[in-house]
């Protein structure tokens, strides 16, 4: 099979930072010699992450084993998630923040022997759920935890306990009319139901002028999607969340917090 060198739009700060990782983790373990040194698991996990690279093709690139080129992926992924912040972190973090914006993305996945939980009535397909908070910038700060496509936003970020912890922090955020009930500090534009007249115009401002900066958390859901493995999962739903949670990670640290 032929080769050819490929580039990673991340700084090499990511690479040093996750080999440390790797070399701890394998310190820890007292573990054995491998193929390939700290940098090179931590180069090949970033290219299966941020570049979407397929096993069969890390494999063929540092010349291992497809099945070596899984586990060495697995692993890095599993040791960057148990390092993911959680909730209260998030919510801790964004009581700095002049306000903040909540927006829920669909990562599509593979057809699974149950569809039914993972197919999502909004985007027509087969997907996993997860919730993403960012700042005023558009910067994003935390994503949850992935839930079956059919969860609707709302739903979901009850299930995470993430209104409840916005609520507690005081602080407010700004949401799309899929959040509309949500209550408290949540803030989200008018919504015409179909018994009720038209809005107003003063409605209507109002939602035009909570849309400019509400828009501006589709930022952080590209900047999730930018890596390219959550293009489309081709794993067991199961583990979305850990992938999401290392990604989470890794974007930290690319952006030097």
Not at 37 to 54: C, I, K
Not at 60 to 87: C, K, M, N, Q, S
Not at 113 to 141: E, F, I, M, T
Request: net charge positive.
């Amino acid at each position: 099979m032929l080769s050819y060198p490929a580039a990673i739009p991340l700084s090499s700060r990511t690479l040093t930072q996750l080999a440390d990782i790797i070399s701890s983790h394998r310190r820890e373990r007292r573990s054995r010699w491998r193929r390939l040194s700290p940098g090179r698991q931590a180069l090949l996990a970033l290219a299966h992450l941020r570049n979407g690279d397929t096993y069969t093709l890390l494999a063929a690139g540092f010349a291992i084993g497809t099945a070596t080129a899984w586990r060495y992926v697995r692993e890095v992924v599993d040791l960057l998630a148990a390092l993911a912040p959680d909730l209260h972190a998030a919510a801790t973090h964004t009581q700095r923040l002049a306000y903040a914006i909540l927006d829920g993305t669909l990562i599509p996945i593979d057809r699974v022997a149950d569809q039914r939980p993972y197919y999502s009535g909004k985007h027509k397909r087969h997907g996993v759920n997860v919730q993403v908070l960012s700042d005023p910038a558009g910067r994003l700060v935390w994503a949850s935890p992935a839930l079956p496509g059919a969860v609707h936003d709302l739903t979901a970020a009850r299930v995470h306990g993430l209104i409840g912890a916005l609520t507690d922090c005081g602080v407010m955020t700004l949401a799309d009319k899929g959040y509309q009930g949500a209550g408290a500090t949540i803030r989200t534009p008018f919504k015409r139901h179909h018994p009720r007249p038209r809005l107003s115009h003063r409605q209507k401002a109002a939602s035009r002028s909570h849309a400019r900066p509400r828009a501006l958390g589709e930022r952080a859901v590209a900047t999730l999607k930018g890596w390219k493995i959550l293009t489309k999962l081709r794993c067991c739903p199961r583990r979305a969340t850990v992938i999401v949670q290392a990604i989470l990670v890794l974007h930290d640290i690319e952006a030097n917090r």
